[in-house]
């Protein structure tokens, strides 16, 4: 890869990150476009999801580089990071609402947390999300009355609620049955043109993975060993690409 430019929202260079012998990023190089919808496939426990937390500060690295916007975010500091997460939405792969809470307060929370909204703003803000993702009029039922592909447009809901410039999506259909896998992709979609958002979504399904997706990108061995278009990608010389990509595919 090329070095960094404007026209990326996130550079990373030379990513290494290991849990004692085990060797999650070697070396990892990775662009995320600005406005484009990005997929990261690659085999279970290849550290898709670990690399989303890495971008956000969640899960520190042992060396590289890491620039949201071309600044540099640098380890030894959180602040860097801290302005990351303000503008960056994240839906994690258990929907990870808070049943303590009812639909109305857990799209309300990340605008709770930045202090930045009244409480007509809030109102207006979750009542707009719920109509974004199809779910109008729920906001008082609790996530145990939710079924599960209703949890996944919720949870999608709150992060989109700050309005962000990059949503980062992990496993957004695992568990859903066709019809639901159907009506998020269609959301995930719409949502990123609605928004004008950077989309970032790591996934086991690759249907939907060449389905939606601008560009695809594939984690092995601590690496992106590819990237391109869908077509790009099933035509790729590199035979671990293919063979994955045809396995799955076929």
Same mark, same amino acid.
């Given at each position: 890869?090329?070095?960094?430019?404007?026209?990326?929202?996130?550079?990373? @260079?030379?990513?290494?990150?290991?849990?004692?012998?085990? !060797? =999650?990023?070697?070396? *990892?190089? %990775?662009?995320?476009?600005? #406005?484009?919808?990005?997929?990261?496939?690659?085999g279970s426990g290849s550290g898709k999801s670990l690399l989303l937390k890495s971008l956000l500060g969640l899960a520190p690295v042992?060396?590289?580089?890491?620039?949201?916007?071309?600044?540099?975010?640098?380890?030894?500091?959180?602040?860097?990071?801290?302005?990351?997460?303000?503008?960056?939405?994240?839906?994690?792969?258990?929907?990870?609402?808070?049943?303590?809470?009812?639909?109305?307060?857990?799209?309300?929370?990340?605008?709770?947390?930045? @202090?930045?909204?009244?409480?007509?703003?809030?109102?207006? !803000? =979750?009542?707009?999300? *719920?109509? %974004?993702?199809?779910?109008? #009029?729920?906001?008082?039922?609790?996530?145990?009355?939710?079924?599960?592909?209703?949890?996944?447009?919720?949870?999608?809901?709150?992060?989109?609620?700050?309005?962000?410039?990059?949503?980062?999506?992990?496993?957004?259909?695992?568990?859903?049955?066709?019809?639901?896998?159907?009506?998020?992709?269609?959301?995930?979609?719409?949502?990123?043109?609605?928004?004008?958002?950077?989309?970032?979504?790591?996934?086991?399904?690759?249907?939907?993975?060449?389905?939606?997706?601008?560009?695809?990108?594939?984690?092995?061995?601590?690496?992106?060993?590819?990237?391109?278009?869908?077509?790009?990608?099933?035509?790729?010389?590199?035979?671990?690409?293919?063979?994955?990509?045809?396995?799955?595919?076929?």
């Amino acid at each position: 890869m090329g070095e960094p430019d404007s026209d990326n929202v996130f550079s990373v @260079r030379g990513l290494r990150k290991s849990f004692g012998p085990n !060797v =999650v990023f070697d070396g *990892l190089d %990775l662009d995320v476009r600005r #406005g484009e919808f990005m997929t990261l496939i690659g085999g279970s426990g290849s550290g898709k999801s670990l690399l989303l937390k890495s971008l956000l500060g969640l899960a520190p690295v042992d060396e590289g580089s890491i620039r949201f916007e071309g600044e540099e975010l640098r380890g030894d500091t959180d602040d860097g990071f801290r302005r990351v997460r303000e503008q960056v939405g994240m839906l994690f792969q258990a929907s990870a609402l808070f049943d303590s809470l009812d639909v109305y307060e857990n799209i309300a929370y990340p605008l709770r947390v930045k @202090r930045e909204a009244d409480e007509a703003k809030i109102h207006r !803000v =979750v009542c707009e999300s *719920l109509k %974004l993702i199809g779910l109008p #009029g729920i906001e008082r039922m609790w996530p145990a009355d939710l079924s599960g592909g209703m949890k996944k447009r919720v949870a999608l809901a709150r992060a989109v609620a700050v309005r962000p410039k990059v949503i980062f999506y992990d496993e957004p259909t695992e568990g859903l049955d066709p019809i639901n896998v159907t009506r998020v992709n269609r959301l995930l979609l719409g949502l990123s043109r609605i928004l004008d958002a950077t989309t970032v979504v790591v996934t086991h399904n690759m249907e939907s993975a060449f389905g939606i997706s601008d560009r695809v990108a594939m984690l092995h061995d601590g690496r992106i060993i590819g990237s391109g278009t869908p077509d790009e990608m099933r035509r790729v010389d590199d035979r671990r690409v293919r063979e994955f990509v045809d396995a799955v595919l076929d």
